[in-house]
Every structure is written in structure tokens, then in C-alpha cells.
């Protein structure tokens, strides 16, 4: 099992930049693949972007492409993700989820590791 806990959200103007984070702890999450989802009131979760923990290969979601992007960093027996986010737009507004599964995949139901959530308003 693979503890997620996020945080770095708040609100930003458009065109401005945020970081959140997301602090992985547990046996072996560098063996997992991680992921950003978001979603926001009324519409499904979606992918935002997702990296292989060992090999560090990222993937991103055409929306974000270009405007986000993914890190990690070891440290000790916890693992951090960030996902950096500028030129934000109203549309990124959302509860952006860390999660954490075996193996790469944009569908939300096949990672079954979460964290609470962070929200990012973008007014504009």
C-alpha cells in the first residue's frame, strides 16, 4: 500500500502559475507508476499527467502539454511528486489527485491508490 498526501493548491489569476505536490510514502510506491488527475464540479476525473517512478518517463494529457510539468525527487523512504502548472486557465480550475498504480494508464478506476485531493481555482 502506497501513502499519497498533496498540497500546494490555492488561487491563482490566469495566466499565473501554481506547484503542488504529492508526498508518496510506503513499501516499494518506487516500483509504481504516478499520476495528476483533476476534476472539477460536474464532469468526470480526469488524466492530467502521469510518470514511471523508476525509469522516469513522463505523459501528459493535450490539454496540459506544454504547460505543465512533471518531477520527482527521492528522498529517504518518501518519494515527491510535483506537478508545476503555468499559463493557468480558468478551464484548470479543479481537485487535482495524486494516484498511484502498477502500471501506466489514463483511466482513474485502475489506480487504487489516492490521495485526499487539493483544490486550484483559477480566476480570470
Known amino acids: 500500500q502506497v501513502q499519497l498526501v498533496e498540497s500546494g493548491g490555492g488561487l491563482v489569476q490566469a495566466g499565473g502559475s501554481l506547484r503542488v505536490s504529492c508526498a508518496a510514502s510506503g513499501r516499494s510506491f518506487s516500483f509504481y507508476v504516478m499520476s495528476w488527475f483533476r476534476q472539477a464540479p460536474g464532469k468526470e476525473r480526469e488524466f492530467v499527467a502521469g510518470i514511471r517512478w523508476s525509469g522516469g518517463s513522463t505523459s501528459y494529457a493535450d490539454s496540459v502539454k506544454g504547460r505543465f510539468t512533471l518531477s520527482r525527487i527521492n528522498a529517504g523512504n518518501t518519494g515527491y511528486l510535483y506537478l508545476q502548472m503555468n499559463s493557468l486557465k480558468p478551464e484548470d480550475t479543479a481537485v487535482y489527485y495524486c494516484?498511484?498504480?502498477?502500471?501506466?494508464?489514463?483511466?482513474?478506476?485502475?489506480?487504487?491508490?489516492w490521495g485526499q485531493g487539493t483544490q486550484v481555482t483559477v480566476s480570470s
Open positions: 494516484a498511484a498504480g502498477p502500471r501506466f494508464t489514463t483511466t482513474p478506476s485502475d489506480y487504487s491508490n
